[in-house]
């Protein structure tokens, strides 16, 4: 009986992280830039890409995913499992769609296609098997639920989380030539405005929006408090900007100023990834 109740868990921990993988990543499928973009990216980008994928899985899974007690042999286990559910699911869902051409394979094409696919969609599966279900972490593994352990506050936790929520918002932009088509049409005077909206941005959701999960302060936030929250959580969507559009090959052939305008510009919605993945993705207890 109680091995019927370990699979049934199990059962619904994998559930939970197909549903997260899918919210998350669902309409990179669904997108035609991404499918031609995922043809030509070259063979050290795609290694690259698997592992930032997998350090921010590490990251994740240590600040948030697991229980704070968890070993690194559990995070490293956990990590590659995400990794491996999101490569089948993206297969699944690319065949599915027809992306998928069995009677001609080119294994650069082919797998330029899974793998672009499947690295959102692990990092949804990690989010959706932490936050979606109803036990807390250590409660899934069977273990009693921790008492007392300090919530994870930390700079490098903090950005970790802002990293997550960006990678997830930003990838679904960065593929599209839009990004590219504003950055060419900016001004200086644009970007300055676009920056000071970010922070702003930032600074609403995780002080004066009463979310669930936003900073609590019992009082009027002080300056250095918001930029201690705000600031690292740009230079989180600041560098996820970067890294997904070097990717994609965004930034290829692009002089310094639309390189750094793409930049600025996809770092607005990656600040709401970056702020929202404060309020939606739970500390570790």
Known sequence: ???????SDSLKEYARGITGGLIFSLPLFYTMGMWWTAQSIPPYRLLAYILATFLLLMGYN??????????????????????????????????????????????????????????????????????LG?????????????????????????????????????GNIAPTEEVKTIAVNSTIGSL????????????????????KGSVATGKTPLVRTILLHTIPAYLASLCASVLMLWFFG???????????SSVIVLALPAMLGASAGRLLIKPNP
């Open 62 to 131: 240590r600040h948030a995913g697991l229980h704070a007690g968890a070993s690194w042999t559990e995070i490293w286990t956990d990590s590659v499992e995400e990794i491996g559910l999101g490569l089948f699911l993206s297969v699944i869902v690319l065949q599915s769609l027809g992306q998928l051409d069995w009677h001609y394979i080119n294994l650069n094409e082919t797998a330029g296609k899974i793998i672009v696919q499947a690295m959102p969609v692990a990092i949804g599966i990690s989010i959706g098997t932490a936050q």
């Open 1 to 7: 009986m109680k091995q019927v109740k370990v699979w």
């Open 250 to 260: 965004q930034l290829n052939g692009t002089g310094l100023f639309t390189s750094i």
């Open 134 to 170: 109803t036990k807390m972490p250590a409660e899934k593994k069977g273990n009693p639920p921790p008492q007392n352990e300090p919530e994870d506050d930390s700079v490098t936790g903090r950005f970790i989380l802002a990293l997550c929520g960006s990678v997830v918002l930003a």
């Open 192 to 211: 300055i405005a676009l920056v000071t909206e970010s922070l702003l941005l930032g600074a609403v959701i995780l002080f004066f929006s009463d979310f």
